[in-house]
Nanobody, 128 residues
């Protein structure tokens, strides 16, 4: 069972940037696509971005496309989410997660049930 630990959240003004990190335990990190999700108060958890096991393919939800960049360093067992041009509506707890099936980058990677390991989350607050 992999353990995921997010960091890098905080308070930032609108238009600012933050970089989230997610450190994973386990030697098979490089076999799995990794995703970022977020959950705002009173709302359901939603997909933000996903990256394939090699890092060659990515996918983003429309609202962050062009502003956020997901990346990974398999040598460090870490996945990142660079967030630029932040907006107040980006305020949420951000979670990283591991895709359930190795070497899978199918459409299920945008759905919560495609993931089987989750971090504890890191708070991102964007002030207007």
């Amino acid at each position: 069972q992999v353990q995921l630990v997010e960091s890098g959240g905080g308070l930032v003004q609108a238009g600012g940037s933050l970089r989230l990190s997610c450190a994973a335990s386990g030697s098979t990190f490089s076999n799995y696509a990794m995703g970022w999700f977020r959950q705002a108060p009173g709302k359901e958890r939603e997909f933000v971005a996903v990256i394939s096991w090699s890092g060659r393919r990515t996918n983003y939800t429309d609202s962050v496309n062009g502003r956020f960049t997901i990346s990974r360093d398999n040598a460090k067992n870490t996945v990142y989410l660079q967030m630029n041009s932040l907006k107040p509506e980006d305020t949420a707890v951000y979670y990283c997660a591991k895709v359930r099936t190795p070497f899978d980058f199918s459409r299920i990677s945008v759905r919560l049930d495609g993931y089987d390991s989750w971090g504890q989350g890191t708070q991102v607050t964007v002030s207007s």
